[in-house]
């Protein structure tokens, strides 16, 4: 489909996958509980679009960077989807090169 269409395709969940038609990348930042927050989506809708526009010549890369979600470390214990949806946007916030290479679990195939 990402060769016929000359897109970058994102599909998320237990497992994230985001490829074009040479290369996939396998990200497993993910988090069950993720479902369960309104507005993740949203979330990653606006930062696929910022990702990219900020990186537009490497639509991969950026779209990958932009899926590596990396907020759910710093729930503490009681906290819930509330608390994540905000440690979700403080993570972004906070986020630049060194942080995403450090904390992104994926692999490149």
Partial sequence: FSEATGSVIAVTGAIDLVADSEKCYVIRNGKPEMGAITGTGCQLSGMMTAFLCA?????????????CEIGFEHL??????????????DAIY???GNTLEERAKYELR
């Fill in 55 to 67: 990186n537009a010549e490497q639509p991969l890369e950026a779209a990958a960077a932009a899926v």
């Fill in 76 to 89: 503490k214990e009681g906290e819930g989807n509330s608390t994540y949806r905000n440690r979700i946007i």
């Fill in 94 to 96: 906070h986020m630049d």
